[in-house]
């Protein structure tokens, strides 16, 4: 089923697509849902407005607060919809898929929904609906495998070879172990090869191979421990690739990281930055690799400082690289305003400088990540408690506490902070009570065993 553009609709849909990013625009997002809402009812195929309705919906959803216990309620109140959605799919997708959409605007980000959404809507013929919603699913979690699998299985199914390699890319790093997973990272690799090279005879990933160099340093490239040979031969391996494929920006971005792995810092820097040239246009992956090799420069650079026992050159990289941390960070908000890892990234740097009104600022758009939306919320309660505005600290804590249903170390972290602030504003009873929560589990945490202590003398 061929998307429809926003020109093609009648001039009545039009208007009201209008209205809703009219609506978008000022915030008003329970009316933006609703005018996209119609919209897509009555034409499924304009993915324009189905882009805006599911946009809408993450904003009012992060807006509301996330965490895992709201996915969970979200999953647990809506279970008979996703059954009943489960039973439609085979025999009425179309069905299906009204029924996802619902339960979407519960939960844009739940992703037993998405995973159901994508299936319902490729049933229906509208596989397109299905890749748009995934993507928005793996900005939000890049590190799904669930869903990254999905993706890459829709991509590879609709002919977009490069985006499924790098979505099995991404898989076989966070399993390295898993044979499927590196069996479908080759197989991915051997499509988009197939693709770029014109060849449309084969079984899989060895069928591609032309020789048997080719297929030993595959082999290299999934070991988890690479020999120094090893590097050196993969470093030559996929120069040799770049050569034959040079707009081919995954085979840089994977020669850089050999590089860097040889400790050929420069080298990774100039093939990545040949790679921001090639694309001509802004790639956040690209910027984060550049950024995270010169600060692996600057390590390098500080550890063989202090082997030599040279301390001036040791503070002096030291200090080179906080002011290149800082100065990066700044500039990728600047270049990517809508990446809030970023705008989180720069707070923290903001909170340790003391730059508190900038690090509030840079937390409350860090917070609409569900990735950094418990730790954005407790450097914000950090940066208000340097303000001595408690109560307004302390609601920042308990936000972030109660979407934390398990008394992990982040939860550590927030609870004490309460008992802190408690304490601070003079309410002892209830300040015991939250260093109690951590005694409880952890007697070694901070100085909570001291602090039951003195309260039990008290």
């Known amino acids: 089923m061929a998307e429809v553009q926003l020109d093609d609709v009648s001039r009545r849909l039009r208007d009201t697509f209008e209205k809703g990013f009219a609506a978008f625009e000022r915030n008003n997002l329970d009316y933006a849902i609703s005018m996209f809402e119609a919209v897509v009812e009555q034409e499924p195929r304009l993915l324009k407005a189905r882009k805006y309705l599911r946009a809408a919906e993450v904003r009012k959803f992060l807006d509301a607060g996330s965490g895992a216990s709201k996915h969970m309620s979200a999953m647990l109140s809506n279970l008979p919809g996703l059954i009943k959605a489960k039973l439609l799919l085979k025999k009425k997708p179309d069905q299906a898929l009204a029924v996802m959409e619902k339960l979407l605007k519960a939960d844009p980000l739940q992703p037993q929904f998405i995973q159901t959404f994508a299936l319902a809507a490729v049933g229906a013929?509208?596989?397109?609906?299905?890749?748009?919603?995934?993507?928005?699913?793996?900005?939000?979690?890049?590190?799904?495998?669930?869903?990254?699998?999905?993706?890459?299985?829709?991509?590879?199914?609709?002919?977009?070879?490069?985006?499924?390699?790098?979505?099995?890319?991404v898989v076989a790093r966070l399993k390295p172990n898993d044979p499927v997973s590196i069996k479908n990272y080759k197989d991915s690799i051997a499509l988009d090869t197939m693709k770029k090279g014109g060849w449309e005879t084969a079984k899989d990933h060895r069928e591609l191979i032309k020789d048997k160099k080719e297929a030993a340093s595959l082999e290299t490239d999934n070991k988890a421990v690479k020999s120094d040979a090893d590097l050196d031969s993969l470093i030559t391996e996929f120069r040799q690739r770049i050569e034959k494929e040079p707009e081919n920006i995954n085979y840089r971005r994977v020669l850089a990281e050999h590089c860097a792995r040889a400790k050929r810092f420069d080298e990774a820097l100039d093939v990545l930055r040949e790679a921001q040239k090639i694309t001509g246009r802004a790639d956040p992956q690209v910027d984060r690799a550049i950024s995270t090799l010169t600060i692996q420069k600057y390590d390098a650079a500080i550890e063989t400082a202090q082997e030599a026992g040279d301390t001036a050159a040791v503070a002096?990289?030291?200090?080179?690289?906080?002011?290149?941390?800082?100065?990066?960070?700044?500039?990728?908000?600047?270049?990517?305003?809508?990446?809030?890892?970023?705008?989180y990234e720069l707070g923290v740097l903001y909170y340790e400088r003391g730059m508190i009104t900038e690090a509030i600022e840079g937390f409350q758009l860090a917070q609409r990540n569900p990735q950094r939306r418990t730790r954005a919320l407790y450097y914000l309660a950090l940066c208000f408690k340097n303000k001595k505005q408690y109560d307004i600290a302390l609601e920042q804590l308990q936000k972030a506490a109660e979407e934390l249903s398990l008394m992990d170390d982040t939860k550590k972290d927030i609870v004490y902070e309460m008992g802190l602030l408690h304490d601070a504003m003079g309410q002892t009873d209830k300040a015991v009570e939250r260093f109690k929560e951590i005694y409880g589990v952890d007697i070694r945490y901070k100085d909570v065993a001291q602090r039951i202590e003195q309260a039990y003398k008290r």
């Open 125 to 169: 013929g509208l596989p397109e609906a299905a890749l748009q919603t995934l993507e928005v699913a793996r900005e939000y979690d890049p590190e799904n495998v669930m869903l990254l699998r999905q993706l890459g299985q829709l991509y590879k199914d609709t002919g977009k070879t490069q985006e499924a390699r790098l979505c099995y890319e």
């Open 316 to 343: 002096t990289n030291t200090h080179a690289k906080d002011e290149y941390v800082f100065a990066n960070a700044k500039e990728l908000v600047t270049r990517y305003p809508n990446d809030l890892q970023f705008h």
